[in-house]
């Protein structure tokens, strides 16, 4: 089954879109290989409001929340995950407006933050943008709490895998999730390692598609209007590669990097390394269920 991935090209950051009755977006003017356009900031409610992922330490993009929220009385500031896309902004938007900030637990401490993340950022293909280790909720919130406006009421939906911290809100109003990282309309996810889990990441790929909401609402990029149907592709196509990946190593493929070359067939080579991570991420989970070794050398493996 192949992903049908969503496109926008109507963008224009700091302005505000209402996107459906109880929902706004402003998006902010980081846009990059992991954020695609930028971070899409939510507003919920009206009168009273939640902003969902603030988004990223940067003046500009608080200064257009606040003005779209003028007037009003922003009660939450809530956060799906502590990447620097996401959470930074909660602090400074906090201090502006005396909302509580609320959402998913403090950044991994098994995320060293090192060389994976800070490092390619700047060559802009692999890995994910970096931690926000200075994030810390007033209120941290676990599966099936609830946080409540005068016009709105969100669930927090855990869902481990791209980031063991990572949470979905469901607006319980108009039936829809707020995604997050976890389920992006333009691009798959990446499982960084090693604070990413992609056996954590599938079932939490299977608990939004048991789920019946509506619509699928992530930080980065459109709003999905087929949520389950999107998901189920997106869970095929990683069973698939992982079928893909098994059987090179069955044909003798020994590292990373042949399993890229012999899978990505006329990939750009600048995006090798964001393939090798995923194949990583596939490695990992298959060396935990013991399907797969590892030699000691770190960088050869073998089916078991
Ligand atoms: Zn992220």
């Known amino acids: 089954m192949a992903i049908e991935f969503l496109t926008w090209s109507d963008v224009e950051h700091g302005r505000c879109d209402t996107v459906s009755p109880l929902i706004r977006r402003v998006i902010a003017p980081n846009p990059g290989p992991y954020t695609y356009t930028g971070t899409g900031t939510y507003i919920v409610g009206h009168g009273e409001v939640a902003i969902i992922d603030p988004g990223p330490d940067d003046d500009t993009h608080v200064d257009a929340l606040l003005a779209a929220t003028a007037g009003e009385t922003v009660s939450h500031i809530v956060v799906t995950h502590t990447h620097r896309d996401h959470s930074p902004a909660s602090r400074a938007l906090a201090s502006e407006t005396g909302a509580a900030i609320v959402g998913c637990a403090p950044h991994p401490p098994e995320d060293t933050g090192s060389d994976l993340h800070e490092g390619e950022a700047d060559d802009g293909v692999a890995g994910e943008e970096p931690g926000d280790f200075h994030f810390l909720a007033d209120r941290e919130l676990h599966h099936g709490d609830r946080v409540r406006g005068t016009s709105f009421t969100l669930e927090a939906v855990a869902t481990p895998g791209h980031i063991s911290n990572h949470l979905c809100f469901a607006l319980v109003e108009e039936e829809a999730l707020f995604t ?125």
Request: with cysteine; proline share 5%; aromatic share 4%.
């Open 180 to 304: 997050g990282d976890h389920v992006m309309g333009w691009s798959t996810t990446v499982i960084p390692q090693p604070a990413g889990d992609l056996r954590q990441y599938l079932r939490s790929l299977e608990l939004v598609i048991e789920r019946s909401d509506e619509r699928f609402l992530p930080t980065h990029g459109p709003v999905i209007d087929e949520p389950v149907r999107f998901a189920e592709a997106l869970l095929a196509h990683r069973r698939q590669r992982e079928r893909q990946i098994v059987e090179q190593l069955r044909l003798g493929s020994r590292s990373i990097p042949e399993i890229v070359a012999a899978l990505y067939v006329g990939l750009d080579e600048r995006l090798h390394r964001a393939a090798g991570a995923s194949v990583q991420s596939h490695l990992v989970a298959l060396c935990a269920d013991g399907t797969v070794d590892h030699d000691a050398d770190g960088d050869t493996y073998r089916l078991s």
